[in-house]
């Protein structure tokens, strides 16, 4: 049950077709699988790693990144993708933690991480070099032996409330994610094209998986999103399958080619890994049609708990369609999803409880934290964290994540209700809304606001405006005016950074 064997599989049958490109670079299947094979005997023989071992990925988009991805996998190895654009010291804390042997990276990456003490830290190779291209030089590994739950990638979280965790995915946790893209996503085949303008190290490259199974084309795009490049591959290629966080599709949607590109060649774009709130979700619609779906998952069950079909969305007359929107679909195929109360008992229909699920696809635990597997993993669920309501139908409508939930006055306040009211005014382009410490009220609501280019809009408006829609007491009390949104490299506004913000200034004060 190696992941590795279902590229071996397309190999075999189309060993012509195009399996990567990335800028001038093309690689056919069978040349990709003759590369993996290699690059997993190199593994064992050269460098004398074994099955288990740790193998980091501190990566930027690349020719070589989904070989390197498959060849750790061939030779029985456990990935360990990060983000590329964490800081140095943040990544010889996962190469650490998780106790990788051996990493890989990007020239750019390696020279940051070449900064960091070498104490502790496992031997770099350095993708696009010679000490790469060393590794293939071998008879190659056809065939592997992994048991189901033998871990293929260790999935570190964001850390955004402390030390990143690391969920650990087995082979089985995959291929279960990867057979429920086919049963609630698309068909794919050797006709299909997968842009990869995100990091390959999450969304983008998980579902590489299921893509590189059924034999359809890879186009891996480095550097910052551009959506010009989206728009060119569009104009070149059918059968497009695209991934983009809510900001990703914001920015193709207000892009000036939006309304001329050839959205006919686009077959799936599929959206997550942050709230896309109801006003941006109905301009994609407009532009898109029918060829949108939602994702709802995370690490610890990677983008499968809730989905909300192309053809739910793309029902514009749909007697619910306000609700459908707003929620983030129903359970995956063989996936249960619950809301429950603190205690574990479900909630009552549109109660809001935190979301808990349990299937195939819910991670072994986090490697090496007891104490986090307690609070997580309870008799066979995941808690999320997520808090949200189900309706009669089974449609999960996500309120926030439990950390940023407010208690003002002994009320809790939900963010995201109050950013989708802001939203609704012309003038503002984002939004963003926290609590902070107050002395009368617990916390205070606080909202961060960007404009569009030549709008203004005054307190007394933004004011009323939540006073028309959502209750007295969750209108925030502040506004705040900030250029631009700080958000992480998945496009996630990082609340965090807000708050350490807002708490700077007020030392100054």
């Not at 686009?266 to 994702?295: C, H, N, V, W």
Request: with cysteine; glycine share 8%; hydrophobic share 40%.
């Amino acid at each position: 049950m190696n992941l590795s064997m279902s590229l071996r599989t397309a190999a075999i049958r189309l060993p012509n077709q195009p399996a990567i490109t990335a800028g001038e670079t093309r690689q056919s299947y069978g040349v990709l699988e003759d590369r993996v094979g290699k690059l997993a005997a190199g593994l064992r023989s050269r460098l004398n790693l074994t099955p288990g071992n740790r193998v980091g990925l501190a990566m930027e988009n690349c020719a070589d990144y989904l070989m390197i991805l498959y060849g750790i996998w061939r030779a029985g190895l456990v990935a360990v993708p990060m983000n590329a654009k964490l800081h140095a010291k943040e990544m010889a804390f996962i190469l650490c933690n998780s106790g990788c042997k051996l990493c890989f990276a990007t020239s750019d990456v390696a020279e940051r991480l070449g900064s960091e003490s070498r104490g502790g830290l496992p031997r770099i190779v350095v993708a696009g070099t010679p000490d790469l291209e060393r590794l293939l030089v071998n008879e190659p590994v056809t065939t592997v032996s992994s048991a189901p739950e033998d871990e293929a990638w260790l999935f570190y979280t964001s850390g955004t409330t402390g030390r990143p965790k690391g969920a650990v995915l087995s082979h089985r946790n995959l291929l279960f994610m990867s057979h429920c893209y086919y049963a609630d996503i698309d068909q794919i085949d050797e006709r299909d094209v997968k842009i990869h303008a995100a990091p390959l190290s999450h969304a983008s490259g998980l579902y590489a998986i299921p893509h590189l199974a059924r034999g359809s084309h890879q186009i891996v795009l480095a550097g910052s999103f551009d959506p010009d490049q989206i728009y060119d591959l569009l104009a070149r290629h059918q059968n497009v399958t695209l991934f983009g966080a809510p900001t990703m599709v914001s920015r193709l949607v207000n892009h000036d080619r939006a309304g001329t590109a050839a959205i006919k060649n686009l077959k799936t774009l599929y959206f997550g890994g942050a709230p896309m709130y109801a006003s941006d979700l109905k301009q994609a619609l407009e532009l898109f049609g029918p060829r949108l779906t939602q994702i709802y998952g995370q690490g610890e069950s990677p983008m499968t708990i809730t989905s909300l079909p192309k053809h739910l969305l793309g029902q514009s007359r749909h007697p619910r369609r306000e609700a459908l929107i707003a929620s983030c679909g129903f359970a995956r195929t063989g996936v249960e999803v619950r809301v429950v109360d603190e205690n574990g008992q479900p909630a009552a229909v549109e109660e809001i409880g935190e979301v808990i699920t349990r299937s195939d696809c819910v991670m072994q635990g986090y490697w090496d934290n007891a104490e986090a597997n307690a609070k997580s993993l309870r008799d066979g669920w995941l808690w999320t964290g997520d808090l949200g309501s189900m309706d009669a139908e089974g449609f999960l409508t996500l309120k926030d994540r439990s950390k940023d939930m407010i208690i003002s006055g002994g009320s809790n306040i939900y963010p995201r209700e109050l950013e989708e009211v802001l939203l609704k005014h012309p003038a503002i382009l984002e939004c963003a809304v926290i609590g902070v410490p107050d002395p009368e009220w617990g916390e205070a609501v606080t909202a961060f606001v960007t404009l569009r280019p030549g709008q203004e809009v005054g307190d007394n408006e933004l004011d009323q405006l939540c006073l028309d829609n959502v209750a007295r007491y969750k209108r925030p009390k502040s506004y705040h005016r900030i250029d631009s949104l700080p958000k992480s490299s998945y496009g996630k506004i990082l609340k965090t950074e807000l708050r350490a913000q807002l708490a700077a200034n007020r030392t100054r004060e």
